[in-house]
């Protein structure tokens, strides 16, 4: 039982964690450093699109989990026989 609780303990801190991730981009942003010229270098939006593009990707099927394996909790814990 405390092994269950500590894996959706994590599971629940990791979908929080990743959807704030996708929905703020992370942390504030720092300017562009400047590129050499003849550089293949992206700019620093199209960065930032990728990683919202990635880090959504992986949170809505945590999130998904998460409240999935929540459900299965309660719902264990409520159908629980008493001792």
Do not use: H, Q
């Amino acid at each position: 039982m405390l092994g269950g609780a500590a894996v959706l303990a994590f599971l629940s801190t990791v979908a929080v964690l990743m959807t704030w991730l996708a929905i703020t981009g992370g942390g504030p942003s720092r300017p562009p450093m400047p590129a050499r010229p003849g550089a293949l270098v992206l700019p620093p939006e199209i960065g930032r699109t990728v990683m919202r593009v990635f880090a959504g990707l992986f949170a809505v099927p945590l999130d998904a989990i998460a409240l999935g394996a929540w459900f299965i909790a309660l719902r264990w814990l409520v159908r629980r026989p008493p001792p």
